[in-house]
């Protein structure tokens, strides 16, 4: 059996938001709309697809409800694959593969200016502490684990003695593993009683790290600071390592060990120069200058930040936001 190009009519309906659709679609021809509704306004988006491109992947490949419903705009062509024909098409053609990576990566572009625009909320005086939490929930729940784990990241980092500090750490956990393949529970550590025999499948230095996060997360500064210092010195993962370094200067900073920390994130800058939280250890860097009374210094770091962008990135938002109020 081989794909099948199929007719609809204008204000025909393709799918609905909630079905259970294990198709996958092609736009051959005319205009189809995708109707959904922003998770934290509730307001309708509409995303109008191209010739060409590929709509319903997603929930057939993954196995869960629609998202969105798909309305016919005029009289269009759809071609209709089943999840085998569609996988065999993608592997025989890595044009089809490219397409879904530019899908997938705007994708988590919409949702990285959600983040913004929910972290550019507080300078209306609103609190979008539980808003970024849910949106982690959200696509923890209908199993889009990368996002997910990309918004509980950002709330540790911006958040990390906010009320749901602790459930956001253990839903990394969690979401790692399953990304790199391990079991793990399908309900967010927030809605669910922890289960204590998952940490077995983590390494020895990993668990460390997230019971330091989670110490972090409650303020006991000096005692995650102490554990991030052992992972360090054990030096046993090169990558919880690498993060360790980084959650050092954080302890530092809010220790008020200010000269300590300067002292410190100047020393990883150097042995990582390319550390993926680069510069949010240079905002950092400003803020310690900042307390320290030395705001010329503290100025340029934020002005470097505001250098390297890019500009729609959560950092370069706090470093504008830290140079205008100098």
């Given amino acids: 059996m081989s794909p099948k190009a199929v007719q609809y009519k204008a204000n025909s309906i393709i799918y609905f938001k909630g079905d259970l659709n294990d198709k996958i679609f092609i736009l051959k021809s005319g205009r189809v709309c995708l109707k959904s509704n922003d998770i934290e306004t509730g307001q309708e988006l509409q995303e109008m697809i191209q010739t060409g491109e590929f709509f319903g992947v997603k929930s057939a490949l993954g196995k869960y409800p629609k998202e969105e419903t798909a309305l016919v705009l005029q009289d269009s062509q759809v071609v209709v694959f089943t999840v085998p024909e569609f996988e065999q098409l993608a592997s025989q053609n890595t044009r089809i593969i490219m397409k879904m990576l530019k899908v997938f990566s705007n994708q988590l572009r919409r949702i990285h200016k959600q983040v913004q625009n929910l ?172 307390k320290k009374g030395e705001k010329k210094r503290a100025g340029s770091f934020y002005n470097k930040i505001m250098s390297m962008g890019p500009t729609d990135s959560p950092v370069y938002i706090k470093a504008k936001k830290a140079s205008r109020n100098l």
């Fill in 119 to 290: 972290l550019s909320a507080e300078d209306q005086g609103e609190n979008p502490e539980t808003g970024l939490f849910k949106i982690g929930e959200h696509y923890f729940n209908v199993k889009k684990f990368p996002q997910a784990l990309y918004a509980f990241r950002r709330y540790l980092t911006y958040y990390p003695s906010g009320a749901y500090a602790e459930a956001a750490a253990r839903n990394i956990e969690q979401l790692e593993m399953r990304i790199q393949g391990h079991p793990a529970r399908s309900t967010p550590a927030s809605t669910a009683s922890p289960v204590r025999s998952r940490g077995e499948e983590l390494s020895e230095a990993a668990k460390k790290y997230y019971n330091a996060v989670s110490l972090f997360s409650q303020q006991k500064y000096n005692n995650a600071l102490n554990e991030f210092r052992n992972i360090v010195t054990q030096g046993a993962d090169e990558e919880y390592t690498a993060k360790s370094v980084y959650e050092i200067g954080r302890c530092l900073y809010y220790l008020q060990n200010y000269d300590e920390c300067i002292k410190h994130f100047t020393a990883m800058i150097q042995k990582y120069p390319k550390h993926q939280e680069l510069l949010d250890a240079l905002y950092y860097l400003g803020k310690c200058y900042e």
